[in-house]
């Protein structure tokens, strides 16, 4: 037998051995065989090597008794014979569960050094031959077990040597921090479980750690999480000195932080990552085994670790000096954009597509002051992809007001850090801004402006970052100022000293370059001739300082409502005009509507609480389709500018504006004719509204009476809009709240004109009451459904239809298509739902501009 044993160690190794050595000691009546060692390193010195019983495929655990007395012999000893704890039936008719009835342990002896025991049980008494047996075996397993460790320690230190050559060549070629710690975690997951992995460096304020890379079991997390210096790993870091967690009750003694939604794992081994005495951070491994990290396990990872501290100093290195070089690029990059450009916005557009290779800044703009108190011009404000128009921004609490009061830059980490310091946003993205650097633009010691880079992550910006656009800002405000000199003194030289806008030369130089422009797109271009009314009596009767108000007035409205890319100018006197490239008629009169809505938008004011109109004609001209030359374009824009004023100064007779309606209107023709002169737009609304309302009473079958009182009330709703300014009419906008107020009014003062004659009390309250809607939301009465007259829920319904088909100032017609869609979406809460189909039908009766296509 004993030749047998030898044999089996000398062909197999560790639980193969045991099992094969267990089978040839069954012979003997071994029953069960433990071999156990000792580990003095752990806080668990009980290792189970092996441990089987024949009889049954899971053996019971050794009993705590049995254990001590197995690791307190020192030599070969029969335990004392016990009764079994309890007897079980299964299939072979003998089980016993807990220590059997006989037991031998023999302890495992190594140069003189305890290293374990064997135990040998069976259900009977050991002969003498097996003691002996079981004695020699337990000489041969401590032999054979010390083999093992050595073997097991000679592939450890290969793998470790192994591993530390391969540690330093990814090292040497990897600058990356994101790919070195990933390159890194696969080869320290080839000699130790590394299924939870992370590094983390300290910050830059050192009062913390961040952790730049974090996996657990193959998912792998990039993004920087704090964690507070208070914990286990953060002790690393204060001490230098590596932590080994065996078991999960070692948690207990040290504070930890849990990433992920993952509990608290069984082993852990964390070590700094040191660069001579200073510690840069600290690695960490953990696995839901216990014990899983050995000493050796340690030394190995702080080997590793402290090649990978000189790898991170390198990349830091690398980085800093890529940085300088980039920085250096860029400013080359910026001067040669401030010296190249006299366009500010070119210039600042140049900067900023240098400024965000190196720097985050998907908000970025440059704030000029606009010499009007607190307040500056954002001369260049872009957000994503989307650039803004300039515009006027108060600097009251905003961070660029504290950087151009103080002459200093500001740096903001977070966004509680920003809404200490202000509460007003720029730009209109929807994420909230975190970080924040701005920078004073100063020449000749004036601070000019600033300019800002905003992100929508916290910590984006650094000393460096403000200290590179520090340098920006400096060279920028060279290019303002450049700008500033070459843009006054071509001003001068193109531009009336008046209104600032071209002269009669610049405008005929322009005129020409936009004309070629157009010849070569084969595009259209509109030519405007702009004249002020009766221009002359405000010089006589006000005098001339009056009179330059009046062309500067003019003048601003024109600047205000012009694109980038019209060209605007006095042509001389009291003329104007205006070149809008890219326009046909129908824009250009649409352009011409606005300039008049402008300038009448605010009363010109004579002297205090005495005010005046501004009327303008206007003449408009178009290329290719009225002149091909530029002599012949404006000669047509003159043309046309005569005609309008010759058709306006003639009144339209009452014979001549009753013939344009129909029905009974004869009796109100000195209404009717007040109505058409009071404007283009009136006239036409009232002819439109009357055609339908005849259309309407076809359709709809009305006896005379009330076909009167519906054409007559058509032609008439708008009466009281005569006595209204028409600066409301033609404002390009949502009115003010006293203003709709203002307008409302019409109704009552058309009904109350309209009382005062015979017979007319029908059309009156049929005036009176057009704006009422059928659920009550309407005026001035708020009346409901049937309670409004008849002619006035027909008339509702025919006024928003020729208004949404007409161009107004505010906004282009809509299709007559789109027009009835609207109205029959609102039928029922404003519209009579019944009128609303018989006016669908009539519409289809009638024909021309009000009709539907």
Not at 395 to 417: D, S, W
Request: proline letters at 4%; aromatic letters at 6%.
């Amino acid at each position: 037998m004993h030749v047998r044993i030898a044999d089996v160690f000398a062909r197999q190794r560790g639980g193969e051995a045991f099992a094969a050595v267990h089978r040839i000691l069954s012979e003997q009546n071994v029953r069960r065989l433990t071999i156990a060692t000792l580990d003095a390193n752990e806080s668990s010195p009980v290792r189970f090597e092996y441990h089987a019983d024949l009889a049954e495929p899971m053996p019971e655990p050794l009993d705590a008794q049995t254990l001590a007395v197995a690791l307190g012999c020192q030599q070969p000893t029969l335990l004392p014979t016990i009764e079994p704890i309890r007897r079980a039936s299964v299939t072979n008719g003998s089980s016993t569960v807990g220590r059997l009835a006989h037991a031998l342990v023999a302890p495992l002896w190594c140069g003189g050094r305890h290293v374990g025991f064997i135990l040998a049980q069976a259900d009977v008494a050991f002969s003498h031959k097996a003691a002996d047996d079981v004695t020699m075996v337990s000489t041969l397993v401590a032999q054979h077990l010390t083999l093992l460790r050595d073997d097991a320690y000679r592939e450890v230190q290969a793998r470790s040597l192994s591993l530390l050559l391969e540690t330093a060549r990814v090292l040497a070629r990897e600058f990356d921090l994101d790919e070195l710690f990933r390159r890194f975690h696969t080869l320290i997951g080839r000699v130790m479980d590394a299924s939870i992995f992370f590094a983390a460096l300290r910050t830059e304020d050192e009062e913390a750690l961040e952790i730049h890379y974090n996996a657990e079991f193959g998912r792998i997390n990039n993004e920087r999480i704090r964690m507070p210096t208070n914990t286990v790993s953060g002790e690393v870091m204060r001490t230098g000195r590596p932590v080994i967690i065996r078991q999960p009750e070692d948690w207990d003694r040290v504070r930890s932080v849990t990433l992920g939604d993952a509990l608290n794992p069984a082993s852990a081994l964390i070590v700094p990552m040191k660069l001579a005495d200073r510690v840069l951070g600290v690695l960490s491994v953990q696995s839901n085994r216990a014990r899983a990290y050995s000493e050796n396990d340690c030394d190995i990872f702080v080997a590793i670790s402290e090649q990978l501290a000189v790898a991170i100093e390198n990349s830091k290195n690398l980085l800093e000096s890529t940085q300088r070089a980039e920085d250096l690029n860029l400013l080359v990059e910026v001067a040669n954009a401030v010296s190249s450009e006299l366009d500010l916005h070119r210039v600042f557009s140049k900067i900023h597509s240098q400024v965000k290779r190196v720097i985050d800044a998907p908000l970025f703009f440059v704030a000029l002051d606009s010499g009007e108190g607190d307040s500056v011009r954002l001369e260049y404000l872009v957000e994503g992809e989307k650039v803004f128009e300039p515009e006027k921004f108060s600097t009251t609490g905003t961070i660029v007001g504290m950087v151009m009061a103080a002459g200093k830059p500001i740096r903001v980490r977070n966004a509680a850090e920003r809404d200490q310091l202000t509460n007003q946003p720029i730009g209109s993205g929807p994420t909230t801004v975190q970080s924040v650097v701005a920078v004073p633009m100063i020449v000749g010691g004036k601070v000019i402006g600033s300019i800002s880079a905003q992100s929508y992550e916290p910590d984006m910006y650094t000393e460096r970052h403000m200290q590179l656009l520090g340098a920006i800002a400096e060279q920028s405000g060279v290019a303002v100022q450049n700008a500033r000199l070459y843009e006054h003194a071509r001003v001068l030289a193109d531009h009336d000293p008046l209104t600032e806008l071209f002269h009669h030369r610049g405008i005929q130089e322009r005129l020409t370059v936009e004309l070629k422009r157009a010849q070569r797109t084969e595009g259209r271009l509109a030519l405007l001739m702009i004249d002020i009314d009766n221009f002359k009596n405000f010089n006589d009767t006000y005098g001339h300082p009056t009179g330059d108000r009046v062309l500067t007035t003019v003048a601003s409205a024109l600047r205000r409502i012009a694109r980038e890319t019209d060209v605007v100018g006095r042509y001389g006197g009291d003329e104007f005009c205006a070149i809008l490239p890219d326009t046909d008629d129908d824009a250009a009169w649409t352009f011409a509507g606005r300039l008049i809505a402008e300038v009448n938008r605010r009363p010109f004011e004579i002297e205090e609480g005495r005010t005046v109109p501004i009327d303008l004609s206007i003449g408009v001209a178009v290329f290719p389709d009225d002149a091909q030359r530029r002599e012949d374009l404006i000669m047509a824009a003159d043309a046309s500018l005569y005609t309008k004023k010759r058709a306006a100064s003639t009144p339209t007779p009452a014979p001549e504006a009753v013939n344009m309606l129909e029905g009974n209107i004869g009796p109100f023709a000195g209404l009717v004719a007040a109505i058409a002169n009071s404007g283009q737009y009136a006239r036409t609304h009232m002819v439109d509204c009357n055609r339908l309302a005849a259309a309407f009473a076809r359709v709809a079958g009305l006896d005379e009476t009330d076909r009167d009182t519906l054409l007559q009330s058509a032609a008439l709703l708008d009466l009281g809009e005569i006595t209204i300014p028409r600066s409301l009419f033609g404002k390009p906008g949502r009115l003010t709240d006293e203003e709709y107020e203002l307008v409302k009014t019409h109704t009552a003062v058309g009904a109350h004109i309209l009382r005062m004659m015979a017979g007319c009390e029908q059309v009156a309250e049929s005036v009176a009451s057009h704006h009422e809607r059928f659920d009550g939301s309407g005026y001035p009465a708020k009346l409901i459904g049937k309670d409004i007259p008849l002619a006035a829920r027909v008339l509702a319904i025919i006024d928003s239809y020729v208004a949404l088909t007409n161009d107004r100032p505010h906004r282009r017609a809509v299709s007559p298509e789109s027009a009835l869609r609207e109205i029959e979406r609102q039928a029922g809460t404003a519209y009579d739902p019944a009128l609303v189909k018989i006016f669908a039908r009539a519409l289809g009766s009638v024909k021309g501009p009000v009709a539907l296509k």
